[in-house]
């Protein structure tokens, strides 16, 4: 019988979304509808979660271009207004956030991504933010001096008893067939036997984000990260449409790293004087 209540754990999750996710009101309202209304048709989702971590009803939500193609009809148990192939892709993203969040729940880590150590890094990036020395515009010098050293030292202070060294513009490689790939972390964390932690610090574009992102999850593809995108102000003429155009990559970002399987891959991103 399909649950009429309110969805389970409904403040919990919009919080999470809130502090761990870094989502705009309007995203957290979306997100807790959507899932609210497949708890309604589907039953109690925790319960089903616990099953079979949502595979079934995934599996009912997967709706692919070849079947809008063939015009498959929908038999699921959603009601579905709109374009079917977005709807489902929606529910579908709406339930993997959902499923990530009971999965730190029942870990204890809903506050932060990997409990403690998320925890440690956002202080140390807030101890960043109240100290750090605020410019118009940031050339290469003073990002190193002014924001790179700055969280280094306060992320070897948080982090070190949990067994962390950090590096500042630590080299990446990744080998193909042909040869070695190589970039630069702007800062790598690493401890035995827990996730790694790569920080990134750009201007808030979305282009710039995404394209390291890519880069460093490529090199990492088996390893547990925790990536943060730190961003910075910018004195470009667009600027204002550049912070936008970053906020929704940031909620792109989200969406991906909650859909990864294997290692867990959980994203903060962190504004310095927004």
């Given at each position: 019988?399909?649950?009429?209540?309110?969805?389970?754990?409904?403040?919990?999750?919009?919080?999470?979304?809130?502090?761990?996710?870094?989502?705009?009101?309007?995203?957290?309202?979306?997100?807790?509808?959507?899932?609210?209304?497949?708890?309604?048709?589907?039953?109690?989702?925790?319960?089903?979660?616990?099953?079979?971590?949502?595979?079934?009803?995934?599996?009912?939500?997967?709706?692919?271009?070849?079947?809008?193609?063939?015009?498959?009809?929908?038999?699921?148990?959603?009601?579905?207004?709109?374009?079917?192939?977005?709807?489902?892709?929606?529910?579908?993203?709406?339930?993997?956030?959902?499923?990530?969040?009971?999965?730190?729940?029942?870990?204890?880590?809903?506050?932060?991504?990997?409990?403690?150590?998320?925890?440690?890094?956002?202080?140390?990036?807030?101890?960043?933010?109240n100290n750090a020395t605020k410019k118009k515009s940031y050339d290469a010098g003073d990002v190193r001096e002014l924001i790179i050293h700055p969280l280094l030292t306060a992320l070897n202070t948080e982090l070190a008893p949990l067994g962390y060294n950090f590096?500042?513009?630590?080299?990446?490689?990744?080998?193909?067939?042909?040869?070695?790939?190589?970039?630069?972390?702007?800062?790598?964390?690493?401890?035995?036997?827990?996730?790694?932690?790569?920080?990134?610090?750009?201007?808030?574009?979305?282009?710039?984000?995404?394209?390291?992102?890519?880069?460093?999850?490529?090199?990492?593809?088996?390893?547990?990260?925790?990536?943060?995108?730190?961003?910075?102000?910018?004195?470009?003429?667009?600027?204002?449409?550049?912070?936008?155009?970053?906020?929704?990559?940031?909620?792109?970002?989200?969406?991906?790293?909650?859909?990864?399987?294997?290692?867990?891959?959980?994203?903060?991103?962190?504004?310095?004087?927004?």
């Amino acid at each position: 019988m399909a649950n009429t209540n309110s969805l389970s754990f409904r403040k919990e999750f919009e919080d999470w979304l809130r502090e761990y996710k870094t989502y705009e009101e309007s995203t957290v309202t979306h997100r807790v509808n959507n899932v609210e209304r497949i708890e309604r048709a589907y039953g109690s989702l925790p319960q089903q979660w616990n099953q079979d971590n949502f595979e079934s009803i995934l599996d009912e939500l997967t709706y692919t271009k070849k079947d809008q193609a063939r015009y498959k009809k929908y038999t699921g148990k959603l009601e579905i207004s709109g374009d079917l192939y977005t709807c489902l892709a929606t529910y579908r993203s709406a339930l993997n956030l959902y499923s990530a969040f009971l999965s730190h729940k029942k870990s204890g880590e809903v506050g932060y991504p990997f409990g403690e150590i998320g925890e440690r890094v956002h202080n140390a990036l807030t101890y960043l933010s109240n100290n750090a020395t605020k410019k118009k515009s940031y050339d290469a010098g003073d990002v190193r001096e002014l924001i790179i050293h700055p969280l280094l030292t306060a992320l070897n202070t948080e982090l070190a008893p949990l067994g962390y060294n950090f590096d500042a513009e630590k080299v990446a490689a990744i080998s193909n067939n042909k040869k070695a790939t190589k970039d630069r972390y702007d800062i790598f964390g690493k401890a035995e036997g827990r996730p790694l932690i790569i920080i990134e610090a750009d201007t808030h574009r979305g282009d710039q984000v995404s394209k390291k992102i890519v880069s460093r999850m490529s090199f990492n593809p088996d390893s547990e990260v925790l990536y943060v995108a730190l961003v910075y102000p910018n004195n470009h003429q667009n600027k204002d449409s550049e912070k936008k155009e970053c906020e929704k990559y940031f909620q792109f970002i989200n969406i991906l790293f909650a859909s990864f399987a294997g290692p867990q891959k959980h994203f903060m991103s962190h504004w310095l004087f927004k």
